[in-house]
């Protein structure tokens, strides 16, 4: 006996993207590790990125290394081509978590596009933030992996982390006032161990995901 098709409205069902910046030492790649994993999304950390391209190819080792090395960010066409082999290379159905990226304008804008047109959900956007003396503490205390071996990372020195910090202010702030006018953001208070900010963060993930269909819908006419 046939059944009666049910009359009930349906929404669209999202898959979570998620964009997850901060400042300088706030656990950016800790938390997003862990939520990669929890809502099954590919973990895009630029930085993981790079050193894979700078293993393959000594050229980007070299202009690579004359930027990031010495605290500024990484040549722009480099970090363009990767989020287009990344963004779109990805299959749709796959959810993307950008592990502290982009920090450019011009990159915000091209992953937004990527991102439309691979007709993906809108992301939900946070910002892990710290006081700068706590950057500074967290940046010196910071290790990096390397050579198979753990070490201080190469950028963080007195005269690179002052030369990041003021590069990172710079273009951050475009980024963020890109991300507020075209999705939902929200800033993370990153003090305190990182089960406490993971809290905060999944308090700001389960809020977005109760009410992704009202957000969706008003979207949608604007």
């Known amino acids: 006996m046939p059944t009666k098709k049910s009359t ?26 862990y939520f990669a994993k929890k809502y099954l999304m590919y973990d895009f950390d630029m930085g993981r990125e790079l050193t894979l391209l700078r293993q393959k190819s000594l050229t980007t ?3 690579i290394k004359k930027s990031v090395d010495k605290g500024f960010l990484a040549p722009t066409k480099i970090v363009r081509d ?7 290379g990805l299959p749709k159905s796959k959810s993307i978590l950008f592990d502290g990226h982009p920090k450019m304008i011009g990159e915000a804008k091209l992953i937004s596009k990527y991102l439309k ?7 939900l956007v946070l910002y892990i933030s710290i006081p700068n003396e706590e950057i500074i503490k ?3 205390l910071r290790k990096g992996y390397s050579n198979t071996k753990f070490n201080r990372r ?9 030369n990041r910090a003021k590069y990172y202010r710079k273009n951050i702030a475009e980024v963020v006032k ?12 990153g003090l305190g161990d990182r089960v406490t900010v993971r809290k905060r963060i999944q ?7 109760n009410h992704y269909e009202q957000i969706h819908q008003k979207t949608r006419r604007n």
Do not use: C, M, W
């Open 8 to 33: 009930q409205k349906k929404f669209p069902k999202t898959k979570l993207n998620l964009i997850i910046l901060g400042d300088p030492g706030a656990g950016k790649a800790t938390q997003a590790k």
């Open 61 to 63: 080792d070299q202009i």
């Open 82 to 88: 990767i989020n287009k082999k990344i963004v779109l």
């Open 117 to 123: 047109e691979t007709k993906r959900s809108k992301p």
């Open 138 to 140: 967290r940046t010196h």
């Open 154 to 162: 190469s950028d963080d020195t007195i005269s690179a982390l002052k």
């Open 178 to 189: 890109f991300f507020k006018s075209n999705y939902t953001f929200a800033t993370i208070n």
């Open 203 to 209: 308090k700001a993930i389960d809020f977005y995901l």
